[in-house]
């Protein structure tokens, strides 16, 4: 969080409002959201595809016809593909090799790949940076009175969305300088 809060001090500035055009210049938050994305994905599963023909896949036998689930929870927890899996890690985002989540980097398709990625991707793009830049900008957080971090329950409950099994409540603090 001081890291993500820092880069936006730095680049856009403490008097100014992040905007869409200062994202791409902001490799941090990028790398948080990618890391969002791998980590909780809101749909643990993609929607169904459907094999058009017998395929061999790692010695398995794939019948045409078959109903597939892509579990892209599952992929974003792989040992083979991530180092430290289950931790909150957004600086394995900011090695040389460029991943992204836009479908053609398969280690990473929360909103699927091909003819059925999310149409929705586009806004979503736009919409989670700046969001999460607004809320990093304008507030510090805190959880709720009595509760301390080792005692955040981080278990998922599983559905068509992903979503906590305790919900999680952490409270916006004002900063100083931010006015409405």
């Not at 100014?16 to 959201?33: F, G, M, N, R, W």
């Not at 957080?141 to 099994?165: I, N, Q, R």
């Amino acid at each position: 969080m001081s890291r993500a809060k820092n880069e936006l001090r730095t680049v856009v500035g403490e008097n100014k409002q992040v905007e869409e055009s200062d994202i791409s210049t902001l490799p941090y938050l990028q790398a948080v959201i990618k890391e969002i994305l791998r980590f909780h994905p809101a749909g643990p599963l993609l929607i169904p595809h459907k094999s058009e023909a017998d395929v061999e896949i790692n010695g398995y036998t794939i019948p045409k016809n078959t109903q597939i689930l892509v579990n892209v929870w599952a992929m974003g927890r792989q040992s083979r593909l991530w180092s430290n899996p289950n931790s909150f890690e957004p600086e394995r985002f900011l090695d040389n090799k460029v991943v992204d989540f836009k479908g053609q980097d398969f280690e990473l398709i929360p909103f699927g790949s091909g003819r059925r990625i999310c149409p929705g991707l586009p806004l979503a793009n736009r919409m989670l940076h700046i969001m999460v830049a607004s809320l990093i900008q304008n507030f510090d957080w805190e959880l709720e009175p009595g509760t301390k971090p080792e005692d955040v329950d981080t278990t998922e409950k599983f559905g068509l969305a992903l979503h906590k099994a305790v919900p999680l409540k952490a409270l916006p603090v004002k900063i100083a300088s931010f006015q409405l």
